[in-house]
């Protein structure tokens, strides 16, 4: 069973094509998706927030059904991760490995794939130019098949790109994030908006209810920063405060 947790859509397709290519089911990362344990494998595949791992997937993994874990180990089921990333991951594995380890789970193997940047909520963030973004997706189809091998012949490696600086970026740059990058409160669509409501069926927490008077998007305080919102608006029309203006969109479509 592959569990993901995607905004753009990076994560969503690497994990269906892990899933094609390991014949495993894939599930959005949640508690009803959780009932039963299925597959040959468990696989978490998730983006790479801010050099760390997601608080949304911190939280699945805290709360993933004990009896499941137990029948697990019994079974001596492989637990393996990946993660997407437009450049690096700095220390997100260690972040990871410690919370499964609360749980009493390792992870067989940790991966991470390059895929199209899309974080765009901080001054110096913007998506990649379209040859690079075309690059990336280019490069992605021969890395999945290649960790997709991996993860058939049980390899116990971690296989990804850190980058440099890793324990400032997650040690300090991360908490940062968490503590106040992540917050509802400064979305807000333009005059652009013509209430087609395809930012709250992008929002994969279903935190965007349409308003039916104004016909107008409204965030609830549930968000993840996934920035679904901001890439999937046809006429860029949700805005971050003043710090989404001029930035470009990337959305990756089933």
């Known amino acids: 069973m592959i569990y993901y947790f995607s905004g753009t859509g990076n994560s969503r397709y690497v ?6 290519e390991l014949t495993e089911e894939v599930a959005f990362m949640s508690l009803e998706n959780a009932g039963e344990l299925r597959g040959n494998s468990i696989g978490l595949v998730f983006p790479v927030y801010s050099w760390g791992v997601p608080p949304i997937v911190l939280d699945f993994i805290a709360k993933f059904p004990q009896n499941l874990l137990d029948e697990a180990r019994r079974r001596g089921t492989p637990l393996w991760a990946v993660m997407t990333c437009g450049d690096e991951v700095a220390l997100a594995p260690e972040m990871l490995e410690k919370a499964l380890e609360k749980r009493g789970v390792y992870s067989e193997s940790v991966w991470s794939v390059i895929m199209p940047n899309n974080y765009v909520l901080l001054p110096g963030f913007d998506v990649d130019p379209k040859d690079v973004e075309q690059e990336k997706l280019k490069a992605a189809p021969a890395r999945i098949s290649e960790i ?14 850190r980058g ?3 324990w400032l970026k997650t040690k300090t740059v991360y908490p940062l994030f968490k ?15 013509v209430g087609c409501g395809i930012c ?6 279903g935190n965007i209810r349409m308003n039916e ?3 107008r998007p409204e965030w609830g305080d549930n968000c993840t920063s996934c ?3 901001f890439h999937s608006c046809p006429r860029h029309a949700v805005e971050y405060g003043n710090m989404t203006k001029s930035k470009g969109q990337y959305y990756l479509k089933n």
């Open 15 to 20: 994990a269906e094509q892990l899933g094609k």
């Open 148 to 161: 997709a091998e991996g993860i058939r012949k049980h390899r116990l490696v971690v296989d990804v790109t």
């Open 164 to 166: 440099k600086k890793v």
């Open 179 to 193: 503590k106040w990058g992540i917050s509802p409160k400064r979305w807000r669509s333009t005059e652009a908006c």
């Open 200 to 205: 709250a069926r992008s929002c994969p927490v």
């Open 213 to 215: 008077e104004t016909r």
């Open 227 to 229: 920035v679904g919102c």
